[in-house]
Nanobody
Framework: QAQLVESGGGLVQAGGSLRLSCAPS????????MGWFRQAPGKDREFVAA????????GYADSVKGRFTISRDNAKNTVYLQMNSLKPEDTAVYYC???????????????????????WGQGTQVTVSS
């Protein structure tokens, strides 16, 4: 069964940077839109960023716009989330996700809702200290 595996989380001071990676196993998600979500303790999982299949189109939550960058390298079957100027409120478990099978397939758009994604990783913890 296809899986998504995140890496790159950790503990960083406010103002610092981290780069998360997401590498699927079991199949390729290169033709599909991909996204990053996060969930802080006691809160719902929220959209962070998304990218279409080619990397030509990206979208961000207002809270991370200008600080985070999503990208993908289809040759390496990997999606990245570069996080700069981190704040304590960015502390959360970060999840990588792929669009539902048959949707956002070779499109110029990307989904932003939880229910538009059909494949999820197990998450990686990001903790930003003040």
């Amino acid at each position: 069964q296809a899986q998504l595996v995140e890496s790159g989380g950790g503990l960083v001071q406010a103002g610092g940077s981290l780069r998360l990676s997401c590498a699927p196993s079991g199949r390729t998600f290169s033709p599909y839109a991909m996204g990053w979500f996060r969930q802080a303790p006691g809160k719902d999982r929220e959209f962070v960023a998304a990218v279409n299949w080619s990397g030509s189109s990206t979208g961000y939550a207002d809270s991370v716009k200008g600080r985070f960058t999503i990208s993908r390298d289809n040759a390496k079957n990997t999606v990245y989330l570069q996080m700069n100027s981190l704040k304590p409120e960015d502390t959360a478990v970060y999840y990588c996700a792929a669009a539902r099978r048959g949707t956002y397939y070779y499109t110029s758009t990307y989904p932003t809702r939880n229910d538009e994604y059909g494949y999820w990783g197990q998450g990686t913890q990001v903790t930003v200290s003040s």
